[in-house]
C-alpha cells in the first residue's frame, strides 16, 4: 500500500471511530471504579453545629458532582433537602435538628462512579454562639453597577433575628457603616457609594449570637473614560515596508480610573460598518494584528469595567500599503 493510501485509510478509521464511539467517550475515562472521598463530615457525625462544609477530594477527569441530602435516610425519604450537580469539591449549607443522609457521586460526559452514602445527625440546640449564618447574595467577590443591592442569607434555625454588617474597606478593624436589624432573610440598600466593601450576617437570640463569615463586594456605577487612540493616526498611511512581519502595534490610551478593573475591546475592519472585524481583548493598552490586504482599515476601541459599565467608541481610520 502507498504512503498516500495507507494515510486514507487511518484518516477513515479515526472518523468511523469518532462517529461511532463520541468525543466523550474516547477522550474521557472511564468513572466507573472511582471512588470519591469525602473529607467532610465524616460518616455518623453527631453534632449541634447546623451549617457544614460538605467537602471530598477531587475525582481525576471529573467533570463535577451530584450531590443529594434526604431526611431521614434514602430507604424512607420524608424531605429532598438538597439534588444539586457542583463543580468544585466544596458545598456549604445550613441544616436543622434531624437526621440526614447524604450521596456523593462524580460525573463526566459519559460515566459516573457509584454513588457514596453517609449518615449526619444535627442535634437539637437554641445555642448560636458556634453557628454560622450561610450568605446568598451578592455572591463572594462580586462586581456590580447595580445602585439598589438585595443582601440575602439562609435562614438559621433558633435565630429571632439578624445583624446584617457592612465594612469598608475591610472587614476585620473597619466599623460598620451599615448596622442594621432585619427580622427576615434579605435587606435592600439603595444609598450605597462606590467602593470595595466586605458584608457579613450574625444570627441572634435571647441568650446567644452567631459567628459572621463575610464576603467581598465591589460597587461601581461609573463608566470608564472613552480610551483615546494613539498610533495609527487619523487616516496615516502605512507601508508594509516599515513593519515587522506585517505587524502593526495598535496603541491607545485611557484615563486612570478608580473603579474595577477595566478590560478592553479591540475591533479591526476592512468597513466603516465593522460588518466583518477582527476582535481582540486585552487588559493592557496595545495589541499587534498581522496585516494581509492592501486597503482601508477602520478600527475602535471600547472600554468595560468588572462591574459591566462601559465607555464610548473610539474610532479611527488608516490606510494599508504593499509595495
Same mark, same amino acid.
Given at each position: 500500500?502507498?504512503?498516500?493510501?495507507?494515510?486514507?485509510?487511518?484518516?477513515?478509521?479515526?472518523?468511523?471511530?469518532?462517529?461511532?464511539?463520541?468525543?466523550?467517550?474516547?477522550?474521557?475515562? @472511564? &468513572?466507573? *471504579?472511582?471512588? /470519591?472521598?469525602?473529607?467532610? %463530615?465524616? =460518616?455518623?457525625?453527631? $453534632? !449541634?453545629?447546623?451549617?457544614?462544609?460538605?467537602?471530598?477530594?477531587?475525582?481525576?477527569?471529573?467533570?463535577?458532582?451530584?450531590?443529594?441530602?434526604?431526611?431521614?435516610?434514602?430507604?424512607?425519604?420524608?424531605?429532598?433537602?438538597?439534588?444539586?450537580?457542583?463543580?468544585?469539591?466544596?458545598?456549604?449549607?445550613?441544616?436543622?435538628?434531624?437526621?440526614?443522609?447524604?450521596?456523593?457521586?462524580?460525573?463526566?460526559?459519559?460515566?459516573?462512579?457509584?454513588?457514596?452514602?453517609?449518615?449526619?445527625?444535627?442535634?437539637?440546640?437554641? @445555642? &448560636?454562639? *458556634?453557628?454560622? /449564618?450561610?450568605?446568598?447574595? %451578592?455572591? =463572594?467577590?462580586?462586581? $456590580? !453597577?447595580?445602585?439598589?443591592?438585595?443582601?440575602?442569607?439562609?435562614?438559621?434555625?433558633?435565630?429571632?433575628?439578624?445583624?446584617?454588617?457592612?465594612?469598608?474597606?475591610?472587614?476585620?478593624?473597619?466599623?460598620?457603616?451599615?448596622?442594621?436589624?432585619?427580622?427576615?432573610?434579605?435587606?435592600?440598600?439603595?444609598?450605597?457609594?462606590?467602593?470595595?466593601?466586605?458584608?457579613?450576617?450574625?444570627?441572634?437570640?435571647?441568650?446567644?449570637?452567631?459567628?459572621?463569615?463575610?464576603?467581598?463586594?465591589?460597587?461601581?456605577?461609573?463608566?470608564?473614560?472613552?480610551?483615546?487612540? /494613539?498610533?495609527?493616526?487619523?487616516?496615516?498611511?502605512?507601508?508594509? $515596508?516599515?513593519?515587522?512581519?506585517?505587524?502593526?502595534?495598535?496603541?491607545?490610551?485611557?484615563?486612570?480610573?478608580?473603579?474595577?478593573?477595566?478590560?478592553?475591546?479591540?475591533?479591526?475592519?476592512?468597513?466603516?460598518?465593522?460588518?466583518?472585524?477582527?476582535?481582540?481583548?486585552?487588559?493592557?493598552?496595545?495589541?499587534?494584528?498581522?496585516?494581509?490586504?492592501?486597503?482601508?482599515?477602520?478600527?475602535?476601541?471600547?472600554?468595560?469595567?468588572?462591574?459591566?459599565?462601559?465607555?464610548?467608541?473610539?474610532?479611527?481610520?488608516?490606510?494599508?500599503?504593499?509595495?
Amino acid at each position: 500500500m502507498k504512503l498516500k493510501e495507507l494515510y486514507r485509510a487511518i484518516l477513515v478509521l479515526s472518523i468511523i471511530s469518532i462517529v461511532g464511539f463520541g468525543c466523550d467517550e474516547i477522550f474521557e475515562d @472511564d &468513572l466507573s *471504579e472511582a471512588t /470519591v472521598y469525602v473529607l467532610a %463530615p465524616s =460518616n455518623g457525625l453527631s $453534632t !449541634n453545629l447546623l451549617t457544614h462544609t460538605f467537602w471530598w477530594e477531587p475525582v481525576e477527569d471529573a467533570r463535577g458532582y451530584n450531590l443529594t441530602i434526604v431526611s431521614p435516610s434514602f430507604d424512607n425519604i420524608e424531605k429532598l433537602i438538597v439534588d444539586t450537580n457542583i463543580t468544585g469539591t466544596k458545598f456549604n449549607y445550613t441544616l436543622y435538628p434531624d437526621t440526614f443522609e447524604w450521596s456523593i457521586r462524580a460525573y463526566n460526559g459519559s460515566t459516573t462512579t457509584d454513588y457514596f452514602f453517609y449518615t449526619l445527625i444535627i442535634k437539637q440546640t437554641n @445555642d &448560636l454562639t *458556634e453557628q454560622m /449564618v450561610v450568605l446568598r447574595s %451578592p455572591a =463572594n467577590n462580586t462586581a $456590580t !453597577n447595580q445602585d439598589s443591592l438585595v443582601f440575602q442569607w439562609y435562614a438559621l434555625p433558633g435565630a429571632e433575628y439578624y445583624m446584617i454588617e457592612i465594612k469598608t474597606p475591610d472587614w476585620d478593624g473597619s466599623p460598620a457603616i451599615v448596622p442594621e436589624v432585619v427580622y427576615g432573610t434579605s435587606f435592600t440598600l439603595t444609598d450605597l457609594e462606590d467602593g470595595d466593601y466586605h458584608w457579613g450576617i450574625r444570627a441572634y437570640n435571647s441568650t446567644s449570637s452567631s459567628i459572621a463569615s463575610p464576603w467581598a463586594l465591589s460597587l461601581d456605577t461609573q463608566n470608564p473614560a472613552d480610551p483615546t487612540l /494613539v498610533y495609527p493616526a487619523y487616516n496615516q498611511t502605512i507601508n508594509d $515596508t516599515s513593519l515587522t512581519d506585517s505587524k502593526i502595534t495598535f496603541q491607545w490610551s485611557r484615563a486612570v480610573d478608580t473603579g474595577t478593573s477595566i478590560t478592553d475591546s479591540i475591533y479591526i475592519s476592512p468597513d466603516s460598518l465593522f460588518t466583518t472585524s477582527q476582535k481582540y481583548s486585552t487588559t493592557e493598552t496595545s495589541i499587534e494584528h498581522i496585516m494581509i490586504t492592501a486597503g482601508d482599515y477602520w478600527w475602535k476601541v471600547i472600554s468595560r469595567d468588572k462591574a459591566g459599565n462601559k465607555s464610548g467608541y473610539a474610532i479611527g481610520k488608516f490606510i494599508f500599503e504593499i509595495d
